[in-house]
């Protein structure tokens, strides 16, 4: 089987988001799964991003230029590789389109060519194939950013032998991310008015690019099982497109994402002052070290029996930071002890709250603005108790990598969390978090009372700890579930012929 995974980031090339974790990981999971490698192929493709360092990832100038179709106009493309074991990565250089400071847009505004930069590289990730004789099976498209990938295979590419036996599959990383533009952006696709219709691309009387990946695509998947029945329920999860969702019901599957486990192992990781996992002795000493030191780092009082609460998110009121603003002052004034560390960026008028009440609560919650790994592995090892109350999560990958910490996490009914938190109860020593009974202020303020009063039973805690580092949520059951559908859609090509 043979493979194109096309995204518009992916690490360890270039990362704004979730997305480039799962594009950066979930080829490799893949291949690893696959029954016959000698057979099988899957190649990557991104735009080569100007942040990009050619040298770092030794990259390589391919003969041959890719001549894309915009609008009126030709544009031309070349190509460069990452060879990178049996996983290879090729990149569209166009200066135009991507030697920018930022990925989609600065100042908080998208670059007001994206409609025009995308239409580029979904065409150019088709002619790639062509210009390397690389017959694809599958093309596995990610977010809005590659949704007229599906749409040229069905319109554009209908009749072209060389896509013959080629099915697309269209993966939904976010739902508000969609990719609406003015409709004489069709002009620039190449695509007829035919498909300007409310059934195809037409969205409110623009062009949606997500709409494209999920009308034509021959699959539909989103990133957890419970994101996948939200977003087909109500237009407040399913951003306006609840409608086509439900049309496509019985071609819609919801994907749970994995997180990579060796980056993310407390036993291996080299940022963290004591490695440790549930199978030590002492892995509760170890993780108190942890504690310590960030406690030190993040100029919190050195108390190795104050809760200490985290997060690690982009600042934003889907986060959950409203609700986090509000409670965090009630925690501080009702449980003397309790600190927290917060670590992420993003709206500027969340950043000022976060800020003062920082300063307010000196010695007791630490604010840092912008994104450190270092710093992340430290919070998710040196923390108790992991707050995730986002008021929508399509999956979620800070809740799992606390988990294989041992830090438990307080999280909102919502999405993946349903999907990897299991509710602590006072029947069963299963277990590894901590559920909200619904997305509220005050329900997190009572389900947080609760996960503090059951840390103070240390042996309840370290029961729940070992739950959740021993949870499985590496690639390989993400991988396997993929390689089921690309069969069923290389399969439903083949019978459809």
């Not at 999971?29 to 696959?34: E, M, R, S």
């Not at 080569?48 to 009126?72: N, Q, T």
């Not at 939200?230 to 439900?246: D, P």
């Not at 998110?313 to 986060?319: G, L």
Request: hydrophobic share 40%; glycine share 8%.
């Amino acid at each position: 089987m043979n493979v194109l995974f096309a995204a518009s980031e992916a690490v360890p090339f270039c990362k704004t988001g979730g997305l480039a974790d799962v594009a950066g990981d979930l080829p490799k999971a893949i291949l690893a799964q696959l029954p016959d490698k000698r057979k099988s192929r899957i190649l990557r493709f991104l735009p080569k991003h100007s942040l990009i360092d050619p040298r770092k990832f030794a990259l390589e100038k391919i003969p041959g230029v890719l001549k894309i179709p915009v609008g009126e106009k030709i544009e031309e493309g070349g190509v460069y590789v990452c060879k990178e074991g049996p996983l290879w990565t090729f990149f569209v250089e166009n200066e135009k389109y991507f030697d920018r400071p930022a990925l989609y847009g600065q100042a908080g505004k998208d670059f007001e060519d994206n409609d025009e930069r995308f239409a580029f590289f979904s065409r150019a990730a088709l002619e790639l194939c062509k210009l390397i004789d690389f017959v694809p099976d599958i093309v596995h498209c990610h977010d809005w950013q590659t949704g007229l990938i599906p749409a040229y295979l069905k319109t554009v590419y209908a009749t072209d032998a060389f896509f013959h036996r080629t099915a697309s599959i269209f993966t939904i990383h976010n739902i508000a991310y969609q990719g609406n533009f003015h409709k004489q952006s069709l002009v620039l696709t190449g695509l007829g008015w035919s498909e300007f219709t409310q059934e195809k691309l037409e969205f409110f009387d623009q062009v949606s690019f997500l709409k494209a990946g999920l009308t034509y695509s021959d699959y539909v998947t989103t990133v957890s099982p419970g994101y996948a029945r939200e977003i087909q329920t109500t237009e407040r999860y399913g951003a306006g497109m609840e409608g086509i969702l439900k049309l496509r019901e019985k071609n819609l599957r919801g994907i749970l994402n994995g997180i990579d486990e060796n980056t993310w192992n407390p036993a291996k990781d080299s940022r963290i002052i004591s490695k440790f996992s549930p199978r030590m002795k002492d892995f509760e000493w170890r993780k108190k070290s942890c504690k310590r030191e960030l406690q030190k780092l993040c100029g919190l009082g050195v108390d190795n029996e104050a809760p200490l609460l985290s997060m690690v998110a982009r600042v934003d009121p889907q986060k959950g930071f409203r609700m986090t603003l509000e409670i965090l002052p009630k925690i501080f004034d009702e449980h003397p002890k309790v600190q927290a560390v917060i670590l992420g960026s993003g709206a500027p008028d969340l950043e000022k709250e976060l800020t003062a009440l920082s300063e307010r609560f000196k010695g007791r919650f630490c604010y840092e603005k912008g994104f450190n790994d270092p710093l992340a592995h430290k919070i998710y090892a040196g923390s108790d108790i992991f707050l995730m109350p986002s008021e929508f999560e399509p999956c979620g990958l800070g809740q799992m990598i606390a988990m294989k910490y041992g830090t438990i996490p307080v999280v909102t009914p919502t999405g993946g969390l349903l999907d990897t938190v299991t509710p602590k109860t006072q029947e069963s020593s299963g277990g590894n978090g901590f559920i909200c009974a619904d997305i509220s202020s005050a329900a997190l303020h009572q389900t947080l009372w609760k996960a503090l009063k059951t840390y103070e039973d240390r042996q309840e805690w370290r029961t729940l700890m070992k739950n959740a580092m021993t949870a499985d949520f590496s690639w390989k059951r993400s991988a396997q579930e993929y390689l089921k559908l690309y069969e069923n859609a290389s399969q439903g090509k083949t019978r459809a012929d």
